[in-house]
């Protein structure tokens, strides 16, 4: 059952159009990770699912009640970490999280959310002279002390060290297993791919695909090579009995599953033809390729659509 | 459709029990932190505190100004209530207020169960609380330098609660509307034109044809309405207590409807 869903989502501001047209549910224990460049419409989605603004079109529900008529009664439930700002400069984390759990009837103690975050050892310094990372965290546990049973955070990462990294990915997980619905954004596919049960790619205010990590990055039949420019692509594509391009000067993409057969009968090609191999990836490939595969096509398709205001 | 995760008493309706015992505790939360937040900031308590004090105890104890009270305290003990007033309910507020804004804490506020009324509250009282405490120092400094309050003192109160609900439409109004940076410029101009102007450092009548002007000023309409109270042998204005209510409508009325949050 979606805890969060938006249906058809459409939001402009003016004549600039954020979202186009988003859909996404997010059920209980999952986590879900929008991501996308800057400007794709991932904070304009959150924030209106948020309850920040109503849609132009199309429906958001949370916990089945409207974000902005029901805010009142959904305040009590979620949890939000804007993208930026959100916490007093002039409070430490623990006079923050004391502050922020006092809003709540069942709010988790401050030392364990400092503990948690691993803030303790800061607790008593002003926000304003905390890192970067350390800032996030705070939000982070703002967002997280009043037991919620929906978070959205919006850029959880961004600006965060590797060891902050691995902080937020296990609070992260851990508020899923205990059954929280987690929506996140992120533009970094490293970190979408770590911690989500499911990705939503959004580009240009579209969702433009969707699926379990492993099920993205599996998607593609080819097999990816570097070699001199110039190679002889029709008669590889003989040997091979598969379509190849040299998509850039000096790499190349077969279009055919990544069998063992397809790639001993490359190399035996280039070795046939004195050809070095620069680079060789078949199989599964990494989000960042899915995702460069999948947006780069989506902005092939809109050069030539026209007219379009964003 | 709703799915509850963590049993929660109120899901769905925000307003049970609990949420009155909640909304009473984040109150009182809220509140002391926003006192507490103003009196550690020294910039704060230089317009709050530093400035009605020096002003008090120079213009009172040094012939600068001719005030045409017997006592130059009778003068200027009025002068600074009124100050305190202006400096908390407007400067202090404004100022706090459009940095929360600007640094999103209005906006994050904004999805917790605190609610904008409670929050509005809790500014309120803290503005109250400093209020005060700036009375119980000025006056206790006014007493000391000889200056002995009239019988109007519950009419000075009605004054100053007044001028409170007027300077903090003015403080939302220009917190909630511009910049933070120029909210901070606006609210430390304004806090001297009307230190200057509006009957605080020198007698109203000095300004000749501007005095007109001056009076229709919030600050002005204060001053001359706690004036007479606080002053023995002086009667109170009518036209500055009309004064005074048009600003305590149309400041907030303003700032509910110019209020922006983001």
Redesign the interface.
């Known amino acids: 059952m979606a805890v969060i869903e938006a249906k058809g989502l459409h939001v402009a501001f003016g004549n600039v159009v954020a979202v186009e047209d988003v859909s996404i549910t997010v059920g209980a224990g999952e986590v879900v990770t929008l991501i996308g460049p800057n400007g794709a419409g991932k904070t304009t989605t959150v924030e209106t699912l948020e309850g920040y603004r109503s849609p132009d079109s199309g429906s958001v529900r949370v916990l089945g009640l409207d974000p902005v008529a029901d805010r009142a009664a959904l305040a009590p439930r979620i949890g939000v970490m804007l993208q930026e700002g959100g916490t007093y400069p002039g409070l430490s984390a623990r006079r923050a999280l004391t502050l922020f759990a006092s809003y709540y009837d069942n709010a988790r103690p401050v030392d364990e959310m400092l503990d948690l975050t691993g803030l303790t050892a800061v607790a008593s310094t002003p926000a304003k002279r905390l890192s970067g990372g350390e800032r996030r965290r705070l939000a982070l546990a703002l967002a997280l002390v009043g037991r919620p049973e929906v978070a959205f955070l919006d850029e959880p990462t961004a600006g965060v060290d590797p060891e902050g990294r691995v902080v937020v990915r296990s609070i992260v997980r851990s508020l899923a297993s205990q059954g929280a619905a987690v929506l996140l954004t992120t533009h970094e596919l490293a970190e979408a791919e770590r911690v989500a049960s499911r990705v939503v790619i959004v580009d240009h205010g579209r969702v433009v695909a969707e699926g379990k990590p492993a099920e993205l990055v599996t998607t593609a039949q080819e097999i990816l090579f570097a070699a001199p420019t110039g190679i002889d692509v029709a008669s590889l594509a003989a040997a091979l009995m598969a379509p190849v391009t040299e998509v850039t000067p000096g790499e190349y993409r077969v279009a055919t599953a990544a069998s063992p057969q397809a790639i001993a009968g490359l190399t035996a090609w280039l070795a046939e033809h004195n050809l070095p191999l620069a680079d060789l990836r078949a199989g599964r490939q990494s989000l960042e390729d899915a995702y460069m595969r999948i947006t780069a096509s989506i902005d092939k398709d809109d050069a030539q659509a026209s007219g379009r205001t964003r | 459709?709703?799915?509850?995760?963590?049993p929660?008493?109120?899901?769905?309706?925000?307003?049970s029990g609990?949420g009155r015992?909640?909304s009473g505790?984040?109150l009182?939360?809220?509140t002391v932190?926003e006192i507490r937040?103003t009196l550690?900031?020294g910039e704060r308590l230089l317009v709050t505190f530093v400035i009605p004090i020096l002003g008090l105890v120079l213009f009172s104890t040094v012939p600068i100004v001719t005030t045409g009270t017997p006592k130059r305290v009778d003068f200027y003990a009025p002068s600074v209530l009124a100050l305190a007033v202006v400096s908390t309910a407007m400067v202090n507020l404004a100022i706090a207020t459009g940095f929360?804004r600007s640094?999103?804490?209005l906006?994050?506020l904004?999805?917790?169960?605190?609610?904008s009324a409670t929050l509005l509250g809790a500014k309120v009282l803290s503005v109250l609380a400093v209020e005060v405490v700036q009375v119980i120092v000025l006056g206790g400094i006014a007493v000391a330098l000889g200056w002995r309050p009239g019988a109007g003192a519950g009419v000075a109160v009605a004054g100053e609660l007044l001028g409170t609900v007027a300077f903090s439409g003015i403080g939302f109004l220009l917190a909630g509307t511009l910049r933070a940076e120029v909210t901070l410029a606006v609210a430390n101009g304004l806090y001297v034109v009307m230190l200057g102007i509006s009957g605080i450092m020198f007698p109203i009548a000095k300004l000749g044809a501007f005095a007109h002007v001056a009076r229709l000023l919030p600050a002005g309409a204060l001053v001359d309405a706690l004036r007479p109270a606080l002053t023995s042998g002086a009667h109170a204005s009518l036209e500055a207590w009309l004064t005074l209510a048009v600003w305590a409508v149309l400041a907030p009325g303003a700032a509910v409807a110019a209020f922006s949050f983001?």
């Open positions: 459709m709703t799915v509850t995760v963590t929660s008493d109120e899901a769905g309706t925000g307003r609990t015992l909640r505790r984040a009182r939360a809220q932190e937040m550690e900031q929360e640094w999103g804490v906006k994050r904004g999805t917790t169960p605190l609610g983001e």
